[in-house]
């Protein structure tokens, strides 16, 4: 292949990209706003510790999972892509899901 027959780094760009509906700024404005929610939701539960007594650990858990699929399919394009990328995202929210609850066990921590 010569290099008149190469395409241009532009081009391929939009190649990359074809069949994609990327979000809108608005969008990502959502997201953010999404997140800083879940993100307070987080801190609050810091006071309300004594009240929540053992169901801290189970929320936060709920809200960095939702914050964790929020910014993998948004902000690293999960979304967009094949389903084996997200496939794979999911099958490390469960592993690592798995190893904090057997650590947890292993001290003793719902006992």
Do not use: N, Q
């Not at 953010?32 to 939701?41: G, V, W």
Request: net charge negative; charged share 15%.
């Amino acid at each position: 292949m010569s290099a008149v027959d190469a395409p241009a780094p532009d081009e391929v760009h939009d190649t990359e990209h074809e069949g994609h509906d990327h979000p809108s700024d608005k969008t990502y404005v959502k997201i953010a706003i999404i997140l800083a929610i879940l993100t307070a939701a987080e801190i609050a539960t810091y006071p309300a510790e004594d009240a929540l007594g053992s169901a801290v650990i189970p929320i936060l858990l709920v809200l960095m999972v939702v914050k964790f699929w929020y910014v993998a399919a948004f902000f690293m394009h999960l979304k967009f892509d094949t389903r084996m990328f997200s496939w794979m995202f999911v099958s490390g929210i469960v592993f690592a899901v798995a190893v904090y609850v057997v650590t947890l066990l292993t001290f003793h921590f719902f006992v």
